[in-house]
């Protein structure tokens, strides 16, 4: 069965802390994005991927980091958080002959 | 500017009755259109994709496409308390990347 699972489901970091995001796919999928939603604006994509040692930037990516270092995993990194980063991210998966994009259960980051 | 536009931002709609959403693309780009659905506290669905102008129909739910306009449609006849949600339409250049700008998404609430 398709997944995406991510990790951790919640966080509360500070203000100049470093969090990472991870998220795992065991779809085979080749395309991992990073999206956040806040209410008012929907889902904005941060940084997506089309294969391992790729990444590109999304709409939003300033302030953000991603690696991609297998087809199954992709990362999103705050180097420095800031508290304007508190929100719901998730991660999702796809493939041109999916043409759906998958995606998981949602990480809920607080920056204190 | 949000390039994709959803109206209305909220709906309500007795138990049994149709609810339509409507979605425009500023980005005369696009090509391809997707709907997602998203219960609360939980992550996004895809609902029906369209890619040909015309009409879509699945089950109780009937998607519409004017390429030339760049408006889609979602209707839900016999509509149920479960439908209630965050619906959000998402647009792409190509079915490949599958890179998605969505909208900011319609709240839908059927009230039994």
């Known amino acids: 069965e398709a997944a995406v699972t991510q990790s951790p489901r919640n966080k509360v970091a500070v203000t100049g802390g470093k969090v990472t995001l991870s998220c795992n796919q065991t779809?085979?999928?080749?395309?991992m994005y990073w999206y956040r939603q806040d209410t008012g604006h929907g889902l904005r994509l941060i940084h997506y991927?089309?294969?391992?040692?790729?990444?590109e930037k999304g709409d939003i990516p300033d302030g953000y980091k991603a690696s991609r270092p297998s087809q199954e995993n992709f990362s999103l990194i705050l180097e420095l958080a800031t508290p304007s980063q508190t929100s719901v991210y998730f991660c999702?998966?796809?493939?041109?002959?999916?043409?759906?994009?998958?995606f998981g259960p949602g990480t809920r980051l607080t920056v204190l | 500017q949000q390039k994709v536009q959803q109206s209305p931002e909220s709906l309500i709609v007795p138990e049994g009755g149709m609810a339509s959403l409507n979605c425009t693309s500023s980005?005369?780009?696009?090509?391809y259109f997707w709907w997602y659905r998203q219960h609360s506290g939980k992550s996004p669905k895809m609902l029906m994709s369209i890619f040909s102008n015309g009409e879509k129909e699945e089950g109780r739910f009937t998607v519409h496409l004017n390429k030339a306009s760049l408006h889609t449609s979602l209707h839900i006849r016999d509509s149920q308390p479960s439908d209630s949600a965050l619906y959000l339409c998402?647009?792409?250049?190509?079915?490949?990347?599958?890179?998605?700008?969505f909208g900011k998404g319609t709240v839908l609430l059927v009230s039994p």
């Open positions: 999702a998966s796809g493939d041109w002959a999916y043409a759906e994009q998958l």
């Open positions: 980005d005369r780009n696009v090509d």
């Open positions: 998402a647009a792409s250049m190509d079915s490949g990347y599958n890179k998605l700008t």
């Open positions: 779809n085979n999928h080749n395309n």
């Open positions: 991927s089309y294969g391992a040692g790729s990444t």
